[in-house]
């Protein structure tokens, strides 16, 4: 049974950062690209981050370049991602995903391209 356990979600002030980790088990996605998606109440679910196989290229929305780095750790079948510089409009449920269908494929943002999924994280900023 495939499982991403997300984790390090929180509440958190303004301007602070925050460290959420997306464990993976029951299959290797070291030849996958793997990403970050939120969704706020009320809201569709939307892109934030995504990482090729090997780390080399990354993707970011542009609401959070420059603040969140996405990273992978593919000895440990994990990926990170770093936030920083915190907003309450970055509040929401983050999801990370996995694309187990694109061997060493290119990055994709949009949700159908992902047909793996965590349970979620909550990221609570308040102003």
């Known amino acids: 049974q495939v499982q991403l356990v997300e984790s390090g979600g929180g509440l958190v002030q303004a301007g602070g950062s925050l460290n959420l980790s997306c464990a993976a088990s029951?299959?290797?996605?070291?030849?996958?690209?793997m990403g970050w998606f939120r969704q706020a109440p009320g809201k569709e679910r939307e892109f934030v981050a995504a990482?090729?196989?090997?780390?080399?290229?990354?993707y970011y929305a542009d609401s959070v370049k420059g603040r969140f780095t996405i990273s992978r750790d593919n000895a440990k079948n994990t990926v990170y991602l770093q936030m920083n510089s915190l907003k309450p409009e970055d509040t929401a449920v983050y999801y990370c995903?996995?694309?187990?269908?694109?061997?060493?494929?290119?990055?994709?943002?949009?949700?159908?391209?992902?047909?793996?999924w965590g349970q979620g994280t909550q990221v609570t900023v308040s102003s």
């Open positions: 995903a996995a694309d187990g269908k694109s061997y060493r494929g290119t990055l994709n943002y949009t949700v159908k391209s992902y047909n793996y």
């Open positions: 990482i090729s196989w090997s780390g080399g290229s990354t």
């Open positions: 029951g299959r290797t996605f070291s030849n996958y690209p």
